[in-house]
């Protein structure tokens, strides 16, 4: 199956609409994107818990954690749930795809293809 959008590095946000340790989210390719800063991290939009959009009043826990603010699911760098706001671990949770993201010259890029290949 063939895509209706180009594949390649898009930019996203400039670097200066968001400081380490805030959340933003952004849209591109009609999909949302969340984001988040201790270095570029982008994902898909929403906590698997109860769907809850991250980009949309998610905060930073640290340097190490993306906390859901509707039931306070930390994610750790790798999108894995590191902990509940029960303060356990739920077993096989974690955030959606993780995008390649990179910033250069003062934006944000996310790295979008169609099959989900990493960037060449």
């Known amino acids: 199956m ?24 952004a849209r591109l390719m009609n999909e949302d994107a969340m984001l988040y800063r201790t ?13 809850t959009h991250l980009g ?3 905060c930073i826990d640290g340097e190490d954690h993306l906390v859901c603010l509707f039931h306070a699911f930390a994610y750790d760098k790798q999108g894995a749930c590191a902990r509940t706001g029960g303060g356990d671990r ?12 990179h910033e ?9 293809r169609h099959a989900g290949s990493p960037p060449a």
């Open 2 to 25: 063939t895509s209706p959008y180009p594949e390649g590095w898009f930019a996203i946000l400039a670097s200066d609409e968001i400081r380490p340790g805030e959340v933003a989210a």
């Open 39 to 51: 270095d570029a991290r982008v994902y898909e939009t929403y906590c698997p818990h109860l769907d």
């Open 56 to 58: 949309h009043g998610g």
């Open 90 to 101: 739920p077993r096989r949770v974690s955030l959606g795809h993780r995008r390649p993201a």
């Open 104 to 112: 250069v010259n003062g934006l944000l890029y996310m790295w979008h």
